[in-house]
Nanobody
Framework: VRLVESGGGLVQSGGSLRLSCVTS????????MAWYRQAPGEQRQFVAR???????TYANSVKGRFIISGDPAKNTVALQMNSLKPEDTAVYYC???????????WGRGTQVTVSG
C-alpha cells in the first residue's frame, strides 16, 4: 500500500491550500483515511479523519477551518485548509488503514508553510 501526498507549499497567513492523497498498491477499501501533521521539534499530531461509514473527526485546532473530503471506498482523500495560520506550518501526512495495512500506512508527507 502506497500513499503519496501533494498540494503543499508556501502561503500567507489567512490563505488556503488543498492537499490530496493518492493511493496505489491496493484494491481493498480503506477503513479510514486521515491527515496528520508534524511541526519541527514536535510530535506528529492528528488533524482529521474520514471513515468508510462517513464519520468525520477534526482536531480542535483546525475545526471550522479545515475540511476533509473523499471516499475511502475509492481510496481518495483531500484536505481543504482555509484561514491558515503560521502555527499550521508542518509536514502533513496521509494515513490510511485497510486489510493490507492493518497498522496503517503512511505517505512521505508534504510541507505546508504559512508565513505571518
Amino acid at each position: 500500500v502506497r500513499l503519496v501526498e501533494s498540494g503543499g507549499g508556501l502561503v500567507q497567513s489567512g490563505g488556503s491550500l488543498r492537499l490530496s492523497c493518492v493511493t496505489s498498491g491496493t484494491s481493498n477499501k480503506f477503513i479510514y483515511m486521515a491527515w496528520y501533521r508534524q511541526a519541527p521539534g514536535e510530535q506528529r499530531q492528528f488533524v482529521a479523519r474520514l471513515t468508510l461509514d462517513g464519520l468525520i473527526t477534526y482536531a480542535n485546532s483546525v475545526k471550522g477551518r479545515f475540511i476533509i473530503s473523499g471516499d475511502p471506498a475509492k481510496n481518495t482523500v483531500a484536505l481543504q485548509m482555509n484561514s491558515l495560520k503560521p502555527e499550521d506550518t508542518a509536514v502533513y501526512y496521509c494515513n490510511a488503514q485497510n486489510i493490507e495495512a492493518p497498522n496503517g500506512a503512511w505517505g512521505r508527507g508534504t510541507q505546508v508553510t504559512v508565513s505571518g
